[in-house]
């Protein structure tokens, strides 16, 4: 069953593959009598199926060759599973508390079996928007970003091992392309894709297009995302990609993975956290005028810098004369000059993370694929006046990045367009 | 013949395997009565035999699995010979004025065929020793350059070709590791290969180990070095890898090709002119004091500078609607932006050309491999004085090279120092 020819599967005859495939059946105790299977892919690209028994579950995630919202005539490789579970795996190894584990993949079905995230997970973003306070998020997510970044990359990896793994990861080129289009170019021109809050947005988003200052920006770290082989990155690691309860932290669908800029994780990451802030006002209620939940969203945002810097500098000190082969112990490790390329090192990363966080912001308010943050803001004058605010920091973000010096200064930037 | 398992050739059996190779012992008319072959490989890592026959003439490059002159202690894969044969054909195709034409390639003898370049041909280098001046020289290197560097960079590429071709370079990685070791790493701490002219450059050699910002700012470039897939380099392109008559400039030996930053080609050659002046002290006698020479060779500097951006910028105008991803027309077209991209591209490929240049200066003067341009300076006292200041221009342009605003405020650097 296993090497069968590809197929989407539907709800029955998963559940022969399951029969046929012991990585699966075991996994819920060989019984089928009592499985539930429910399709709950609410994404773009693929078909996830959640299945549970009495004795276990898991999920499966299939990707289908062509983008699931649009239809068979937006083509999308199916190949992007193979990178996934790739990147699940390396990952997972690298920090497994934050990983789903990887039970089985099919590589010609373009089918992956993993952990079932069981509820109460919800995907972070929901969670944002019903404003929940995470008080481990800021923990286990530089947690993670600090392990997969810094152990995928040149501070921990021989020049062989890097460059083995770039080149595998070059294949995963299509998702790469569809980030180059959606993040780095259409928000900056005419496209039909590109949408917006109209009539409210429409001089915003005209400006965006005629900003050459944002446009020289954004082209550096495009050039950045395509040609520097700097880690394995997740490459989509908004809020949506991650799924939480209050002890929990899982971060999943690494599909856009290859190596790439560290810094655009993070700044998926903090990015959206920053437009979760912006969106705030528009679900304040008299219930609930959300401004303690928007302090803690500051508090996260800061928190996720301050402990990946951390954790990071910390994992390049206990492994500063490992297999690492950007900086030779015998010419760095001299405590000062150590403290002077980390600190290079970290303020160049932290910039790149807001250019590349400022990016993901403004291609999520003029671009083709909007947030539900702001997306389930009914009022649409309401939606627009988050929306700006949002997109004038991410604008200045972009464009200055490089006056900041510290994520307290990003916190201040933020603040002041609320005053 | 061309199937069999490797063995190096000698000239027996060169003969031999010829005479099995249509596409070599047709370029000799077939006839092998009136055959001289001669075995010239004056490098580390080759044999090199020049076959003439009376109809017509190829070289013959059999990399061999070591290093050849530290012998078979020191293993060198044979691989490398598919990778310049793969860029010798890629730059040939681009620039074939410059680039000598391949014949035959035999992926199993790790053997190359192509054109013998005849005289009055002779290495760049051993011209500039013996001061000939070559008027044409930096009108072909900036072609060169202009054409390769921009034809395989992500201006004239789609992502699709850029990432394929990346992949496919990685497995270069062992002379990229070489290049890491000896231009990245060595000069900056101690290591028993390296040397230098003792006692008179203790001091100076002792000064780059420990010089923390120098270490800071080579270990930039070092990153850029493996992480930037810029464009397909040749990745050795210092002067004896040139080869010269007053009318024609053909670029030889790039094995060490793999996609890096383009500036590391332009640094490498600039840099070794650079050397090649410094060194002028050295070869002045009482009938040539060498001034007139030393000027010439400023002027080279500075044109083949000036040259590469004019044409590099203008390959770039000629293709701006090209295939090229970088920077889309429907966002990058309008003249003042187009401008003020092009300004920021070549200021930062001049950065990156001076720092790269600086570091192959310097890993010239206190590295393992020397250059013939001081080592033929027989008076250590003397090759020591010129060697500081090679090196001292060096220290500076790698430190300082983003204050520099022009190649004239280079010019004017490599002055100041002899006044």
């Not at 590809?6 to 819920?28: M, N, Q, V």
């Amino acid at each position: 069953m296993a090497s069968a020819e590809f197929r989407p599967l539907d709800e029955k005859s998963l559940i022969e593959y399951i029969k046929a495939t012991p990585s699966l059946s075991s996994k819920i105790g060989n019984k089928f009598d009592d499985l539930t299977i429910k399709e709950v892919g609410d994404g773009n690209l693929n078909f996830v199926y959640i299945v549970i028994g009495s004795s276990g579950s898991f999920v499966i995630k299939q990707a289908i060759p062509y983008v699931r919202s649009v239809g068979e005539s937006l083509p999308m490789t199916k190949e992007r599973a193979y990178f996934e579970t790739l990147a699940l795996t390396e990952h997972g190894q690298l920090c497994p508390d934050h990983v789903p584990e990887v039970y089985h993949f099919d590589p010609k079905m373009y089918l992956i079996g993993m952990r079932y995230l069981e509820p109460p997970h919800i995907i972070l973003r929901k969670g944002l928007i019903a404003g929940v306070e995470y008080p481990l998020l800021a923990e286990h997510m530089s947690e993670y970003m600090a392990r997969t970044l810094f152990r995928t990359s040149l501070l921990y990896r021989t020049t062989s091992e890097h460059k083995r793994a770039v080149a595998e990861f070059c294949g995963n080129v299509e998702l790469c392309r569809l980030t180059e289009r959606v993040v780095f170019s259409d928000p900056y021109k005419v496209s039909e894709l590109n949408r917006w809050t109209s009539p409210y947005l429409d001089h915003d988003a005209e400006a965006v297009r005629e900003d050459n200052i944002l446009k020289l920006e954004v082209a550096e770290l495009k050039s950045k995302f395509c040609e520097r082989a700097q880690a394995l990155i997740h490459g989509d690691l908004h809020t949506g990609s991650v799924m939480v309860t209050p002890n929990s932290t899982q971060v999943i669908d690494p599909e856009f993975a290859f190596y790439g800029p560290m810094g655009y994780d993070i700044g998926a990451f903090l990015g959206n956290l920053i437009l979760a802030f912006f969106a705030q006002d528009g679900h304040a209620d008299e219930g609930n005028d959300r401004k303690a939940y928007k302090e803690w969203i500051l508090r996260t945002i800061e928190e996720t810098w301050t402990l990946f810097q951390k954790k990071f500098t910390a994992l390049w000190h206990q492994h500063k004369d490992g297999p690492g082969e950007a900086y030779l112990p015998e010419i760095y490790n001299k405590p000062e000059l150590q403290q002077l390329i980390q600190e290079k090192y970290v303020k160049d990363l932290f910039h790149d993370s807001l250019g590349f966080g400022a990016a993901k912001m403004i291609r999520r308010i003029v671009g083709v694929a909007h947030v539900e943050d702001f997306e389930s803001i009914k009022d649409a004058s309401k939606r627009a006046a988050c929306e700006r605010q949002a997109l004038e920091l991410a604008k200045t973000l972009l464009k200055e990045r490089r006056k900041f010096q510290a994520i307290s200064g990003v916190i201040s930037a933020i603040r002041k367009l609320q005053s």
